[in-house]
């Protein structure tokens, strides 16, 4: 009842103000974020989370949930049970245009335990133009070709 009782207490509004999710979540958009969000939701879901090289509050898609195998280099990796892979929407070349650089997301850091988790954002409230739900996105499980695991050690040679 206490993790509950913390949890309610917090981030409920988020004011974006970088352009990794374009064209979904833009810059100076407002967004409603369920906290009681305890585990990963299904792939496609748009959530708030604690960046964890930095700690920062950010906004991604959920690509790779607990489980899975998310390709990675020339391999890939298998993903914990408490862990996903989170992507963003936008391509480097918009990041750009828009004076942000290159989007950060699991590609850079990597997977993210559910313990960074804040919540499901489920509502746009800002600005009027923009009112309602973040359209979702159905992707697909990430297909993985049967590379080796990034963890296993080269073969000698």
Known sequence: MERLRHRLRGPWRLAIRQA??????????????????????RRGTIVAF????????????????PGE?????????????DEAWLL?????????AAGFGEPIDSRRYGPVTVAALIGRVWFRYAPIGRIG??????????????????DEPRPAG
């Open 69 to 81: 195998r998310v390709p990675f280099g020339s391999g890939y990796l298998e993903l914990a049970d």
């Open 133 to 150: 739900r973040p359209p979702p996105r159905t992707l697909a499980r990430p297909t993985v070709p049967d590379h080796r695991r990034l």
């Open 50 to 65: 604690l960046e964890p090289d930095s700690g920062a509050l950010a906004v991604k898609r959920v690509a790779g949930r």
């Open 88 to 96: 963003a929407d936008a391509t480097a070349e918009a990041t750009a």
């Open 20 to 41: 990794s999710m374009e064209p979904t979540i833009r810059e100076g958009d407002w967004l409603l974020v369920d906290p009681t969000t305890t585990r990963w939701p």
